[in-house]
């Protein structure tokens, strides 16, 4: 087993074993707090460019399986775990975690402090890290502004539904996403994130969807103006960079969090009802609260932990979007009724019915 080290750009250096391809790799080091759901999480395209840092402990104890993936391919730069299972015991189970980091050119690694590596990144906010097999001077390597560039279709892909249909503008969206469309029996066109206005409405949607997606949403701004049509012209629902880039298109700004929100653990408020629920998040940045014009937007959910806001409304347009993920895929369902919500806005504008999530 060959040793390796995880350095970080502000000097900390975490010792550990390399596992997966065993290659130098760098990108920003953020951490998930899932208890569960690796192969998920390794497979969302929204960690592109990052070294992902697993809290829990034990990581591949019930192996990878064919139907979990999020993405075809991993995006991530790197994985940091505690204790990485070899061996894994689960019927499904086809591959264990580091054999298929090998597989994909992904590099690991193992034995690593994550508990001080998680309270050093909390302290230091997100900052890039080297794995690398070697201890030496950190790279001067420039690393992509936009990495939705890498993980969007390139092509237009359709699936069949009787339901609504929906456009999925795909900054890197998750594969749990389509699903739910699809299970609501919508008919789901999946095009990429440069296509044009006049290319949607020539598909004629009933709805449009924004995807997560990698990155700094401010990288797309170009986009904004785009966006704000669709969202005029079509129901519209927005997810995580989609939340983002929706606020932006109506005048709102972001900014970075220190750490950003990852998990399947992330407490959040519904502000009519009152209700508290378990989300699933994965962003680095959030839409600052006091550049939302309420004339425009209804605020409808914040953090529990921190404040920041994760649910907005137009006011004159049959629109919303959410910071979390209704998904989950890892993570609790208890949004999954955001779908509802959403396909219950296309109903009311288009009269097209869906079957119930």
């Known amino acids: 087993m060959d040793n390796g080290y995880l350095v970080l750009e502000t000097g900390e250096v975490f010792p550990g074993t390399l596992i997966g391809s ?26 592109a460019g990052q070294i992902i840092v697993f809290c829990y402990p034990l990581i591949g104890n019930y192996g990878i399986n064919p139907q979990d993936f999020e993405a075809a391919n991993i995006y991530a730069k790197g994985v940091v775990m505690g204790e990485a299972c070899h061996l ?15 597989e994909m050119g992904i590099s690991g690694l193992s034995n690593v402090d994550t508990r001080e590596l998680v309270k050093t990144i909390r302290k230091r906010g997100s900052v890039k890290g080297f794995i690398t097999n070697t201890l030496k001077e950190f790279p001067d390597i420039k690393v992509p502004d ?19 249909h929906i456009v999925l503008v795909d900054y890197g969206y998750k594969k749990s996403i389509l699903e739910a469309l699809l ?8 095009v990429p994130f440069t296509t044009s206005l006049e290319e949607v409405e020539a598909l004629q949607p009933d709805g449009v969807l924004l995807s997560n997606g990698p990155g700094n949403p401010e990288v797309l701004k170009s986009h904004l103006p785009k966006i704000k049509m669709i969202v005029e012209k079509f129901p519209t629902l927005g997810i995580c960079l989609g939340h983002q880039l929706l606020a932006m298109a109506f005048g709102a700004t972001t900014e970075k969090l220190l750490f950003g929100h990852r998990g399947g653990n992330h407490p959040v408020k519904e502000l009519v009802t009152g209700k508290v629920y378990i989300t699933s998040q994965n962003h ?9 014009n309420l004339d425009v937007f209804s605020i409808t959910y ?9 649910g907005l409304q137009l006011k004159n347009f049959p629109a919303l979007s959410v910071q979390f993920h209704p998904e989950a895929h890892p993570g609790p369902q208890d949004t999954n ?7 219950t806005l296309i109903h009311e504008k288009t009269g097209v019915m869906s079957y119930a999530i």
């Not at 894994?88 to 090998?102: C, I, K, T």
């Open 146 to 164: 936009n990495w939705v560039e890498l993980v969007s279709t390139p092509k237009i892909k359709n699936f069949p539904g009787a339901g609504p």
């Open 302 to 310: 914040k953090n529990i932990n921190d404040g920041t806001v994760e």
């Open 337 to 343: 009724y955001i779908f509802e919500k959403f396909l």
């Open 183 to 190: 299970h609501a029996n919508c008919q789901v066109t999946v």
């Open 284 to 292: 680095s940045y959030n839409v600052k609260e006091d550049s939302i």
């Open 22 to 47: 065993k290659g130098d790799a760098i990108g920003e080091v953020v951490f998930n707090t899932s208890m569960t759901g690796y192969q998920e999480i390794m497979s969302d395209p929204s960690y």
């Open 88 to 102: 894994p015991n689960h019927y499904s189970s086809e591959v264990a975690a580091p054999e298929l980091l090998g």
